[in-house]
C-alpha cells in the first residue's frame, strides 16, 4: 500500500493530452516539493519533474506539473508513443521521516 | 559524465545476506548523498534509505530498521548496501540513485542489481 495514491493507468492516442493524478497528505505533498519519475520498460527510473515543476535539461515541456493542496498532477501534451512508460510520483514525508511514492501509473499510448 | 555502476544479480537463500555496491563517477562522491530504492517484480519504489558519503552518517527507512546497514569507501567512491536476514520478499531489483542532500531529486541512477532467491 502506498502512501502516495496515483491509478494504476491511463492511456491516450498520440497528441492528445493525458494527465496522471498524486494524491498525498499534508505531511507529504502538502508540506513539500513533489518530484516525478519515468520509467521506461526494463530500466532505472528517470527524472522526469522535480521541486513541483522544474524539468532536468533534456527533459521536453510536453511535461508539466500543477500542484494543489496535498495532490499534485503530471500532464503530457502532444503525446508520443516513446511517452509509453511508468509514471510515478514521490515526496519527502516529514512526519515518517522518509521518502515515500505512488505505486506508480502505466501509461499506454494507443 | 556522472555514472552510477552497481554490482551484478544475486541469488540468495532465506536468511542469508546480500551486499550491493554502487560505484560513482564523474562526480565529486562526498558531495550526493547516496539513496537506495528498491523495486519488486511488477510493484513500485520503495525507499530504503541514505548514507551521507561525507560523514557516513546514515538514515534508514522504518521498514529496514535492524536488517540494512549502508556504507561507503570514499578511496574508490563506493558505496554498498547490506541487506540481513533476507526474505522471499525480498526479492527486488536494487538501485542507488544520487541525491544533493537528504531531501531533493534523485537525479542520476544506477542500472539496479536484481536480488532473487534460490528454492
Known amino acids: 500500500q502506498s502512501v502516495l495514491t496515483q491509478p494504476p493507468s491511463a492511456s491516450g492516442t498520440p497528441g492528445q493530452r493525458v494527465t496522471i493524478s498524486c494524491s498525498g497528505s499534508s505531511s507529504n505533498i502538502g508540506s513539500s516539493y513533489v518530484y516525478w519519475y519515468q520509467q521506461l520498460p526494463a530500466t532505472a527510473p528517470k527524472l522526469l519533474i522535480y521541486?513541483?515543476?522544474q524539468r532536468p535539461s533534456g527533459v521536453p515541456d510536453r511535461f508539466s506539473v500543477s500542484k494543489s493542496g496535498t495532490s499534485a498532477s503530471l500532464a503530457i501534451s502532444g503525446l508520443r508513443a516513446e511517452d509509453e512508460a511508468d509514471y510515478y510520483c514521490?515526496?519527502?514525508?516529514?512526519?515518517?521521516?522518509?521518502?515515500?511514492f505512488g505505486g506508480g501509473t502505466k501509461l499506454t499510448v494507443l | 559524465q556522472v555514472q552510477l555502476v552497481q554490482s551484478g544479480a544475486e541469488v540468495k537463500k532465506p536468511g542469508a545476506s546480500v551486499k550491493v555496491s554502487c560505484k560513482a563517477s564523474?562526480?565529486?562522491?562526498?558531495?550526493?548523498?547516496m539513496h537506495w530504492v528498491r523495486q519488486a517484480p511488477g510493484q513500485g519504489l520503495e525507499w530504503m534509505g541514505w548514507i551521507n558519503p561525507n560523514s557516513g552518517g546514515t538514515n534508514y527507512a522504518q521498514t529496514f530498521q535492524g536488517r540494512i546497514t549502508m556504507t561507503r569507501d570514499t578511496s574508490i567512491s563506493t558505496a554498498y548496501m547490506d541487506l540481513k536476514r533476507l526474505r522471499f520478499d525480498d526479492t527486488a531489483v536494487y538501485y542507488c540513485a544520487r541525491v544533493f542532500g537528504g531531501v531533493g531529486e534523485f537525479d542520476y541512477w544506477g542500472q539496479g542489481t536484481l536480488v532473487t532467491f534460490s528454492s
Open positions: 521541486r513541483n515543476n
Open positions: 514521490a515526496a519527502w514525508d516529514g512526519s515518517l521521516s522518509a521518502w515515500v
Open positions: 564523474g562526480y565529486t562522491f562526498t558531495d550526493y548523498f
